[in-house]
C-alpha cells in the first residue's frame, strides 16, 4: 500500500508541475484542444491563485506531504490531509465546469490522482482500525 501511495503522490507532484508551467506560459498552451479543454484559460484564471499563491504550487506541496506520510505509513495522519485535497479538487472541479466553462487536462488528471489516493488512505485506515480491535 505504502508504494502505491508514493507513486501516486509523485504522479500528483509531476502534473501540478505540468500545470504550474502552464500559470507561467506566455506563449500558446500545448493543452489547448478546444474551447472546452484549455489548460491555458484555466491556468491563467483567477481561481488559479488562492492568497497569492499559484493552486499548483499547492499542490505540489500538498502531495509532496503525502508522499512523505505514505512513506512513514502515517495513514491516520494521512486522511484529513487527503480529503481536504479531495474537497479542493472537486471545488475547482466545480469551477472549472460551471464558471469558467473550461477543462485543464493536468487538473482533471489530478482530480482522477486525489480521488484514487483518498480511497486508498481511507481503506488503509479502516483496515488498520480492524486490525487493531481483532488483536
Known amino acids: 500500500m505504502r508504494w502505491v501511495l508514493i507513486v501516486l503522490a509523485v ?11 502552464e500559470h507561467y506560459r506566455t506563449d500558446a498552451s500545448p493543452c489547448s484542444i478546444n474551447e472546452r ?11 488559479a491563485m488562492l492568497f497569492g499563491i499559484p493552486v499548483a ?6 502531495y ?6 505514505a512513506a512513514r505509513r502515517a495513514y491516520a495522519w494521512m486522511l484529513p490531509f487527503a480529503i481536504g485535497a479531495f474537497a479542493f479538487a472537486i471545488h475547482l472541479a466545480d469551477v ?10 493536468y487538473c482533471v488528471i489530478s482530480l482522477g490522482i486525489i480521488s484514487v489516493l483518498t480511497l486508498l ?14 488483536a
Not at 504550487?57 to 500538498?62: K, N, P, Q, T
Open 96 to 105: 472549472e465546469s460551471m464558471i469558467l466553462g473550461a477543462w485543464c487536462i
Open 64 to 69: 509532496l506531504l503525502l508522499g512523505v506520510l
Open 37 to 47: 479543454w484549455d489548460c491555458g484559460v484555466v491556468n491563467h484564471s483567477p481561481y
Open 11 to 21: 504522479a500528483g507532484i509531476a502534473v501540478s508541475a505540468l500545470a504550474l508551467r
Open 121 to 134: 488512505v481511507v481503506g488503509a485506515v479502516i483496515a488498520g482500525s480492524m486490525r487493531q480491535k481483532t
Open 57 to 62: 504550487v499547492i499542490g505540489i506541496a500538498g
